[in-house]
């Protein structure tokens, strides 16, 4: 009777602390962001956002959205609704370098160790947001369950370099020769870019899916998206390139957003819930 007594204790201990973590509330400011629950709060000094679900799906899972907080947010809605959590970190203007991975770390850690979320998080990269997505998975992928990017940059010499077909900008580019503390000769030969270095993403089998217009003349297919699906191809990684016919680099994303959101329930999912019984 007392052992059972015992164990009694610890399995409701054991509930009411998953339950605790589950139900950890969200710091900062509360408001409604298109029907949901939003928090603005601070990590290192960095403007962060979590956008939390009606009713939270088995796991816990969630899409990390890299940048361009709110632009075209079908996708990111239709994961609310289907029970995710939607993030945000701004490291906007340190272009993927390894200062905006130290701190996707530790709001990875805060958001996992402190709220429960799943260990595998959906990565989504718009544009720029493509350099700290690959970046970022590169260092974690057993911690990366799918990426989607869209027109997503893959070579820092072509956006904002522009040392290509592409636009560029000046400015930017500027800004990110600092951010990784690089010369312009020296980012000749620079291999810390997307499109180098898949092979721990292709090892863990992290499935990908960018979607791009074809007409895109600031961050060109040719330059970024083409050479990393060869070379994903090539290790044996699973990439999905869905090419938008005549479209610039925007808009963004797909009017239906159905394909982008199957892709991340196929895979997401079916790890989130295997990773939660280990």
């Known amino acids: 009777m007392r052992v059972l007594l015992f164990f009694g204790f610890w399995i409701t201990y054991f509930i009411s602390f998953q339950i605790g973590i589950a139900a950890a509330s969200f710091p900062g400011e509360k408001s409604n962001w298109q029907g949901f629950d939003r928090y603005d709060f601070e990590i290192k000094d960095r403007n962060c956002i979590v956008v939390t679900p ?63 979320f799943s260990k595998k998080a959906v990565l989504e990269g718009m544009s720029r947001g493509g350099l700290i997505v690959y970046n970022w998975a590169k260092k974690n992928p057993e911690k990366t369950a799918c990426i989607y990017a869209d027109a997503p940059v893959c070579d820092i010499r072509s956006w904002p370099g522009g040392k290509g077909i592409g636009k560029g900008s000046p400015e930017d580019w ?17 291999k810390q870019n997307p499109i180098d270095n898949l092979e721990p993403l292709a090892r863990a089998k992290v499935p990908i899916l960018h979607v791009c217009g074809d007409a895109d003349n600031v961050v060109p ?4 998206t083409a050479i990393l699906e060869k070379r994903y191809k090539e290790q044996g990684g699973v990439i999905l390139v869905i090419h938008k016919k005549g479209v610039g680099h925007h808009p963004h994303s797909l009017k239906d957003p159905t394909p982008i959101v199957e892709f991340i329930m196929t895979h997401a999912m079916g790890i989130t819930r295997e990773s939660d019984h280990h």
Do not use: M
């Open 54 to 116: 009606k009713e939270e799906a088995e796991g816990r899972p969630w899409i990390w959205r890299a940048r361009f907080w709110g632009h075209e947010p079908q996708t990111d809605l239709a994961l609310l609704e289907r029970g995710f959590h939607l993030v945000y970190i701004d490291v906007a203007e340190l272009f993927g370098s390894p200062k905006a991975v130290t701190i996707w770390d530790a709001f990875y850690s805060y958001l996992t160790e402190q709220h429960g």
């Open 221 to 224: 297919v040719i330059e970024n």
């Open 174 to 190: 500027k800004k990110c020769l600092l951010a990784y503390g690089i010369s312009e000769s020296e980012a000749e030969t620079f």
